[in-house]
């Protein structure tokens, strides 16, 4: 057929073309040369993922050449002709990867970003599991209209999903005003079409990382990313023969191609189609990898979706300010009894942000809500939530919490009629939403005048933000009789689940006891379930009898023990989204943690996507242990072997947050003062001996511990 012809013409140009190139950059760098990506601890990920490969230099490309040939039968079968679209694949990461050979930069002034490193990968886990991004649109080539294209991109940004824009879509999608950047979920990869690669490697490492898919098993590749990653294409422009095999590529992985033109009879139903309005382009897309996006309409005039999160207003840009370091500021959920408020009663008391800018006002943000099942301890839940909702405002900038905020409205936001009771309208209506099985009545206030936001926080904000600090602080594992289960990741790493208690929050860091306590609440048969905190095996590495029960059911008999408090000793999985990894350093009889943040290498030689790669789909690896950034100054880190006084490295930002928390912690369990002191980090040594000698200079205490393993 036309089609199958078209898709071999394809693969076979560029079966040609790469086999030249390997050929030509051998014979100029030789077989020795160093060949990696940026950034990642699974080499060239396509070629590693289906065969398990390891490409590290040119030599190893050959017989990569030879294995993307074979793919291409030239048979009459459409099966066979998707097949040779992942030959296209291959054969575009490896023309990709020849840009970066001997540690060049290639994207450094191409106006794309080319291969994106594994800690952003990771760090979509959680916006793609919570349905925050709920899908990934790769868009590519060169529009007939730019206005057309901007349109369903802009759409696609407002929905929330993130969009890959390869070749000349990018120039025309800046040109017509599309925000890019990976804040506004709208990434330009590259001009080639080859570039296209680096949005595949991302769903390819995504099977690698959350779904403990083996290297080399090609079908259980193919089985993840068809099922598991919800992405799909839409080609602008006329298509040439290597657009469609690239598309073909695209298709065995099981993301679905819609092009905008007339491919009339050669259309796969599901699989390739035409959609010649552009109007319909974004419901199509959605249609045929069954998307769902939930629906946020607020009667405002600016732009409300997630994807304006991380929107930055600067100062010239910027109408009205809001901020603690020159004015009080307030942000405060209280709980009320059903009688006591109105519901959706909005009140505005002092001025408004009419006038010349910049405007710099007070504010407080006060909320009062209402429910038979609500809880003063769901409270805090909802008012992080307001940071949240306010970014989600085109034209609005919140940063912090409580008493200490920065909330900006920008001139395009003033000038558009955007004013204060559209923040209260935008709470409640998010309240009303979110929070919908707990709160039944919500009224919000916005207090712009001095003197009462300095009352409300005097008299209300202060002493319950204390109230509150208090009984998380007092809240330990030993004060409760529940733990949590979290599964929320299992959409992307199915046998993973992670036990949430109240001094070990989740590994994403997104999930503490009281979220999961509340998570429960709001969806009573969702990914939060109790454990009864019922048969105690081992106080020391905290084993369950119900943990290992419940944890075998949410993981469907994946698991069958896991320990709390234990690097070694059935330790707790990771499913990939992890902010820190754990590892241990045997010499130092100590552990070393990097957070997801930290680009270099640690001091156990790996950088943190190599530790990172070490762990994840759900499998259980003693030794490594991804968590949240939170959980390390617990009592309960590692407890089992030693606790935090195994500490012995970290990354100096990482040590800098937590060190105040922590040399409190070591303080109360060994009466250590400034324990953070005695921990290396990278300006001080990322080297061995390095490491040693400063631990021996601080008499650490873990040089005198029992060795670790
Ligand atoms: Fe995923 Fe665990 Fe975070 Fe839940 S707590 S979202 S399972 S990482
Ligand atoms: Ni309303
Ligand atoms: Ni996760």
């Not at 709920?134 to 369903?152: E, F, I, R, S, Y």
């Not at 949240?388 to 003033?414: C, P």
């Not at 999961?516 to 105690?536: N, R, S, V």
């Not at 935090?644 to 937590?658: G, H, N, S, T």
Request: proline share 4%; hydrophobic share 40%; aromatic share 6%.
């Amino acid at each position: 057929s036309v089609l199958t012809d078209l898709i071999y013409a394809g693969s076979n140009a560029v079966a040609g073309l790469t086999e030249g190139a390997v050929n030509d950059a051998i014979a100029k760098y030789g077989a020795e040369a160093k060949l990696s990506f940026p950034d990642t601890a699974y080499f060239f990920p396509t070629i590693y993922a289906a065969t398990g490969v390891k490409v590290t230099k040119l030599g190893d490309l050959p017989a990569c050449v030879g294995v993307l040939k074979s793919l291409i039968t030239n048979k009459e079968d459409l099966g066979d002709a998707l097949n040779a679209g992942l030959a296209t694949a291959v054969g575009a990461e490896i023309l990709e990867g020849l840009k970066f050979v001997n540690g060049a930069k290639p994207y450094e002034n191409e106006g794309g970003i080319g291969f994106v490193p594994d800690p952003v990968i990771r760090s979509l886990g959680v916006p793609l599991v919570t349905g925050d991004i709920p899908g990934v649109a790769v868009v590519l080539g060169k529009a007939d209209d730019q206005t057309q294209l901007a349109m369903v991109v802009k759409e696609y940004q407002t929905k929330g999903l993130l969009t890959f824009l390869i070749g000349d879509v990018i120039d025309q999608a800046a040109a017509a005003g599309v925000k890019m950047g990976l804040d506004f979920r709208v990434v330009p990869l590259g001009h080639d079409v080859t570039a296209v690669i680096h949005v595949v490697t991302v769903a390819i490492r995504a099977a690698l990382i959350f779904g403990a898919v083996q290297p080399g098993d090609l079908a259980g590749l193919l089985k993840y990313t068809k099922e598991r990653v919800p992405a799909f294409v839409n080609t602008f422009g006329a298509l040439n023969e290597v657009v469609v095999s690239a598309g073909a590529g695209a298709i065995a992985l099981g993301f679905p191609v819609i092009v905008d033109v007339d491919l009339g009879e050669n259309q796969v139903p599901g699989a390739l189609e035409s959609v010649t309005n552009h109007m319909d382009t974004v419901k199509k897309s959605l249609e045929l990898r069954s998307i769902k996006v939930k629906a946020k309409n607020i009667e405002i005039c600016m732009g409300f979706a997630s994807a304006f999160e991380g929107e930055i207003i600067r100062k010239s840009d910027m109408h009205a300010e809001f901020y603690s370091g020159n004015n009080p500021t307030c942000e405060l959920v209280v709980m009320r009894n059903l009688e006591e408020i109105e519901d959706h009663k909005i009140t505005i008391i002092g001025p408004d942000i009419d006038g010349t800018a910049p405007v710099e006002l007070p504010l407080a943000t006060y909320v009062e809500v209402a429910g038979k099942k609500m809880q003063a301890d769901f409270e805090p839940v909802i008012e992080r939530k307001v940071h949240h909702w306010f970014n989600y405002v085109e034209g609005v900038m919140h940063t912090g919490q409580r008493n200490l905020i920065r909330v900006r409205i920008s001139k395009d936001a003033y000038a558009k009629g955007f004013r204060v009771k559209d923040l209260a309208e935008v709470v409640y209506h998010e309240v009303m939403d979110e929070f919908a099985s707990v709160v039944d009545k919500c009224q919000v206030t916005i207090v712009t005048d001095k003197a009462k936001v300095e009352k409300i926080l005097k008299e209300e904000g202060m002493p319950r933000y204390a109230a509150r600090d208090e009984r998380l602080a007092s809240m330990t594992d030993e004060s409760v009789d529940t733990f949590y289960t979290c599964t929320l990741c299992q959409s992307f790493a199915p046998s993973h689940a992670c036990v949430v208690t109240p001094e070990r929050l989740g590994l994403c860091g997104a999930v503490s006891w009281l979220d999961a306590k509340a998570t429960k609440e709001l969806t009573p048969a969702g990914p939060c379930q109790p454990i009864q905190k019922i048969g105690c095996l081992d106080e020391r590495t905290g084993s369950y009898t119900e943990v290992n029960k419940i944890i075998g059911e949410a993981t469907h008999g994946a698991l069958d023990k896991v320990t709390l408090y234990s690097i070694l000793e059935d330790p707790m999985t990771s499913c990939g989204c992890f902010e820190c990894i754990c590892g241990i350093m045997p010499e130092a009889g100590g552990v070393i943690v990097a957070n997801r943040e930290y680009a270099g290498v640690t001091p156990t030689g790996m950088t943190f996507g190599e530790l990172a790669s070490m762990t994840g789909g759900g499998v259980q690896t003693p030794g490594f242990m991804g968590h949240g950034r939170h959980f390390i100054s617990s009592k309960k880190f590692i407890a089992a072997e030693g606790g935090i006084e195994r500490i012995v490295w970290m990354p100096k930002e990482l040590k800098d947050d937590i060190s105040e928390r922590l040399n409190k912690t070591a303080k109360e369990l060994y009466g250590i003062d400034n324990f953070s002191d005695m921990i290396c980090d990278e300006t001080i040594a990322v080297d061995s001996e390095g490491v040693m000698a400063f631990l021996t200079s601080k008499s650490h205490p873990a040089l005198k511990l029992d060795p670790i393993m």
